[in-house]
Each structure stands twice: as C-alpha cells, then as structure tokens.
C-alpha cells in the first residue's frame, strides 16, 4: 500500500473520528481511498472543500458530497453530560474514539470539551439519553479569532494523536488480556490456587490450636481454668 499517499489523504481528512464515512476511523478511511475500496466524497465533516482538496492530491475531478454519509456538520459543538442523571455505565467512554471523556464505573461522567470532536458516537450508547451535543463558546471564539482552516488544523492534529493513542492502548490492552488468559491455560491447576491454599493452611492450623487451648482448659480443675 502506497503509505505516503495515505498519510496525505489523512492530513486532508478532519480527524472527527466519527466513522461516517463508513470505516473505523479517518486512517482506514484514507487506507480505503487508496486501495480503491472507497470513494473521495464520502467525509461529511471534512465537507466540500476536502473532497476538492483529495481530488486535486489524487489529480481526478471532483464530485459533490455524498449525503448517503450525512451532511457538514459543525466545528463548534461538543458532547456535554448531564452529571445529575448519569448512571456511570461507562458506555460513552467505550464509545469515545479519541478518550475524550473521563469517569468510571458506577460514578458520573463528564466530557473534557477541549479533547471532544464533536463526532456524536456517545449519544446513542447512554441508557439516559443524557448526552447532549451543545455549541461551544471556546471555539467560536477561536473561530472568530483565526483563520478557519488554521484552527481546523489544530484541532485536527490534536484529535490524529488522540485516536492513535487510544488505537494504541486498546492493542495494548487486548495484549495484556490474552496473555493472561494464555497464562490462565497452561498454569497447572495447583499453581493458580497456592496462595488460597496457603490460606486455608493457615486458618485450618489456627482452628486446630484454638480447639486444642479449649480442650486443655476444659480439661483443668476449676481454680486453674479461673485464673
Ligand atoms: S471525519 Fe468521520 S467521516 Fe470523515 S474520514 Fe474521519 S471518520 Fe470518516
Ligand atoms: S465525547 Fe462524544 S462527541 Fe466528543 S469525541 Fe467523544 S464520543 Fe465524540
Ligand atoms: S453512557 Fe450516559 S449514563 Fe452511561 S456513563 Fe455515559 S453519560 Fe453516564
């Protein structure tokens, strides 16, 4: 695969991470363009103005967006929690594709607004319906302060190393897990329980001299057992 003309697709694409396209993120989007599996126009964030952008790296026409895959969406919303109705199920965190919200398991939630990309993936998985998708004032404000397309970049960039990180600790993770469950398997059956079985060892010697203190004592005349 021709890697150089996928990092360029992928610097052009928004980094939304939001799978409209049809694929797991903007790089397989990208990696689909290249292998011939997907078209040019088919990124509703990235909006008109990426596809002309590929179409010229690729030197073939352009073509309107396929509304199929949605329509542009907005740089300036981000997800916000409602933190009094939240039950801590940690499904928005799992579907967050850039580790933009934080909380843990049975505790409320919360989106840190600057990481979130506005793709929406976590509003469908909350039980809730407590996530909503709001304007955000920070990046108007930057909107109006810089040029569009330098501020895209930015937030592009920064969401690129997000999902790459999080890509990253999900292998990891995966890793680990199956290393554990290999270790699980091939561990004799004595060696996954010698710390319980020492346990028991132990209480079961404490019992046994607790029970022979009693049955000394009961055993001994009266003025001793008193003393
Ligand atoms: S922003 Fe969304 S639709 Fe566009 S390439 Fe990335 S994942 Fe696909
Ligand atoms: S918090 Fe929600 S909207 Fe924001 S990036 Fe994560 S999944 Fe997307
Ligand atoms: S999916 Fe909804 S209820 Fe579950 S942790 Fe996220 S915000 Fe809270």
Same mark, same amino acid.
């Given at each position: 695969?021709?890697?150089?003309?996928?990092?360029?697709?992928?610097?052009?694409?928004?980094?939304?991470?939001?799978?409209?396209?049809?694929?797991?993120?903007?790089?397989?989007?990208?990696?689909?363009?290249?292998?011939?599996?997907?078209?040019?126009?088919?990124?509703?964030?990235?909006?008109?103005?990426?596809?002309?952008?590929? /179409?010229?790296?690729?030197?073939?026409?352009?073509?309107?967006?396929?509304?199929?895959?949605?329509?542009?969406?907005?740089?300036? #919303?981000?997800?916000?929690?409602?933190?009094?109705?939240?039950?801590?199920?940690?499904?928005?965190?799992?579907?967050?594709?850039?580790?933009?919200?934080?909380? /843990?398991?049975?505790?409320?939630?919360?989106?840190?607004?600057?990481?979130?990309?506005?793709?929406?993936?976590? #509003?469908?998985?909350?039980?809730?319906?407590?996530?909503?998708? %709001?304007? #955000?004032?920070?990046?108007?404000?930057?909107?109006?302060?810089?040029?569009?397309?330098? #501020?895209?970049?930015? /937030?592009?960039?920064?969401?690129?190393?997000?999902?790459?990180?999080?890509?990253?600790?999900?292998?990891?993770?995966?890793?680990?897990?199956?290393?554990?469950?290999?270790?699980?398997?091939?561990?004799?059956?004595?060696?996954?329980?010698?710390?319980?079985?020492?346990?028991?060892? %132990?209480?079961?010697?404490?019992?046994?001299?607790?029970?022979?203190?009693?049955?000394?004592?009961?055993?001994?005349?009266?003025?001793?057992?008193?003393?």
């Amino acid at each position: 695969m021709n890697q150089l003309l996928i990092e360029k697709i992928d610097a052009i694409l928004p980094q939304t991470q939001c799978k409209k396209c049809g694929f797991a993120g903007c790089r397989p989007y990208a990696e689909a363009i290249v292998e011939g599996g997907a078209d040019i126009n088919q990124c509703p964030p990235g909006g008109q103005q990426g596809i002309q952008k590929i /179409a010229e790296l690729l030197g073939i026409p352009t073509k309107p967006l396929n509304t199929m895959h949605g329509f542009p969406g907005s740089l300036q #919303v981000v997800a916000w929690i409602d933190e009094n109705l939240c039950i801590g199920c940690t499904f928005c965190i799992q579907s967050c594709p850039v580790d933009a919200i934080i909380g /843990a398991a049975k505790q409320m939630h919360t989106v840190i607004a600057d990481e979130c990309t506005g793709c929406d993936l976590c #509003v469908t998985p909350c039980p809730m319906d407590c996530i909503s998708m %709001i304007p #955000v004032d920070k990046k108007a404000a930057d909107l109006a302060n810089s040029s569009v397309d330098a #501020v895209k970049k930015q /937030a592009a960039d920064k969401a690129r190393l997000r999902y790459q990180f999080r890509q990253q600790r999900i292998a990891h993770e995966r890793q680990a897990d199956h290393k554990a469950r290999t270790q699980e398997l091939i561990q004799p059956p004595q060696a996954q329980t010698s710390s319980e079985v020492r346990k028991q060892a %132990i209480i079961s010697a404490a019992l046994k001299r607790a029970a022979a203190i009693r049955a000394r004592t009961e055993n001994k005349p009266d003025f001793i057992k008193n003393k």
